[in-house]
């Protein structure tokens, strides 16, 4: 199952998130494949793992840059970042602690964090990026 495809609404404009976005995207695909195929509890485990790195990676260099550029929104920003990482840790945990975690509720808290931090702050954080200050 294709749960999300890279699309023109997600393109920031900044080569380096972009590519962090997409790479992302792949993993939340796997991720749902996994799902779909009912592939292993460790397997799953491990994938939500290598999404949760690549994630925080994401997130810093966005942060770090945001700092660098003394980017306004900066405070608000962050505070998306730590949601989702948030929200993505108490899903691994109870996933790994034999609760009855659907992933398909993972897709969800990930869809939303398509729109909302991609579609919306990480778009708004690229313009300024692009605007010589
Ligand atoms: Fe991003
Ligand atoms: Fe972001």
Redesign the pocket.
Known sequence: MTWTTWSEKYA?GHAG?DH??RR?MELINQLAEAMEDNKPMSFCSELLERFIAHTRT??LA?EQLMDRIRYPKTKEHKALHEMLVKDVLAFKESYDSGENAQFITLLVILDSWLER??SV??KELAEFVAVPH
């Open positions: 920031t998130m962090g976005h992302l994401h997130f966005e931090d991609i702050a990480d």
